[in-house]
Nanobody, 123 residues
Framework: QVQLVESGGGLVQAGGSLRLSCAASGRTFSSSGMGWFRQAPGKEREFVAGINSSGGRTLYADSVKGRFTISRDNAKNTVYLQMNSLKPEDTAVYYC????????????????WGQGTQVTVSS
């Protein structure tokens, strides 16, 4: 079992930055691929970024490439999402997810999910 708790969301103006954190419990974090997804009102949940278990490989949605950075600290059982140059269209609930060691761009690849943290970007 893995439990995930996100933090760091909030209200920010367009062009600003936020860093999301996802703290994981359980001994399997270092062998888990991790992902960030988001869901805006009335829209489906979408992949944002993923990182493999070692942290050596990352993948991003085209919409956030060059603006967001995913990273992890296996010693702290934590994965991060640094979000820069935020846009109003980035407004959503952001979810952290844990799966097998690789990177998955669909929800099916992840067995464990956090409760989500709200990110609101004002124009």
């Amino acid at each position: 079992q893995v439990q995930l708790v996100e933090s760091g969301g909030g209200l920010v103006q367009a062009g600003g930055s936020l860093r999301l954190s996802c703290a994981a419990s359980g001994r399997t974090f270092s062998s888990s691929g991790m992902g960030w997804f988001r869901q805006a009102p009335g829209k489906e949940r979408e992949f944002v970024a993923g990182i493999n278990s070692s942290g050596g490989r990352t993948l991003y949605a085209d919409s956030v490439k060059g603006r967001f950075t995913i990273s992890r600290d296996n010693a702290k059982n934590t994965v991060y999402l640094q979000m820069n140059s935020l846009k109003p269209e980035d407004t959503a609930v952001y979810y952290c997810a844990a799966g097998s060691s690789g990177i998955w761009t669909t929800s099916r690849g992840y067995a464990y999910w956090g409760q989500g943290t709200q990110v609101t970007v004002s124009s």
